[in-house]
């Protein structure tokens, strides 16, 4: 599939003059770069990129306040934020600068949206809109306490409390978006989901921001599961 991707991106950008489709594509935005590198903000609320060095990225994309944010679709982490600059086009740390919107006439978006319409059949995209795709666990150390965390692709999170198993874990709530998570906990709290594999809370003044490590579910020593 994502080689059909690679095919489509391109081709996406340049055709026109076929009249079909049904012009689905008119509430996407195609943005590109001056060496080629393209994405696509769909509609409904996915993201596709092709770097030019081959690399793809795809997930959901969330804007506001002139800021793009992206997560991963396969793991739910954050995997880009692009800011606007002075001359209007869009800078990421992640992606590079000089993503300019393009535009095109309702043919080209058309086919275009070839690719919107593809994401929607990846196995991530039911939930990751609003969940972690995938069981995800985390541990951090707070001075002689390991805290552990598991995040379900039901939108439920198991944390036990401090120094006990499993049994005593609370089922709470959290929702993702572009690889941010809010939890609503007995101690509720917000953490961004890194694409190294971190869950790195807000930093407090005068305290130290200590990040949650992802681990493997194997790994984890206090017997947390999903499926209760």
């Not at 080629?36 to 092709?50: E, F, K, P, R, T």
């Amino acid at each position: 599939m994502k080689t059909l991707l690679a095919a489509l991106v391109p081709a996406a950008m340049t055709l026109t003059g076929c009249l079909c489709g049904g012009w689905e594509g008119q509430d996407d935005q195609v943005l590109r770069t001056e060496n080629g590198d393209a994405m696509q903000l769909c509609s409904n609320g996915g993201y596709a990129v092709m770097m030019a060095n081959g690399t793809i990225l795809e997930g959901y994309a969330v804007a506001d306040s002139g800021l793009i944010t992206g997560s991963n679709g396969e793991t739910g982490a954050r995997a880009f934020v692009m800011t606007t600059q002075s001359d209007l086009s869009k800078a990421s740390t992640e992606l590079g600068a000089g993503w300019k919107v393009v535009t095109l006439d309702q043919v080209e978006l058309d086919h275009a949206h070839v690719q919107c319409a593809d994401l929607e059949t990846r196995a991530w995209w039911p939930n990751s809109g609003l969940y972690l795709p995938t069981e995800t666990a985390f541990t951090r150390t707070v001075g002689t306490t390991t805290e552990e965390i598991l995040f379900c692709a039901d939108g439920t999170a198991r944390i036990p409390m401090a120094g006990e198993t499993a049994v005593y874990a609370e089922t709470a709530y959290y929702h993702a978006s572009a690889g941010k998570i809010a939890v609503n906990a007995t101690r509720s709290f917000e953490a961004v989901y890194t694409a190294d594999g971190k869950l790195v809370p807000p930093a407090v003044a005068g305290q130290p921001t200590i990040a949650w490590n992802r681990i493997p579910l194997a790994q984890m020593t206090t017997g947390l599961r999903c499926s209760l």
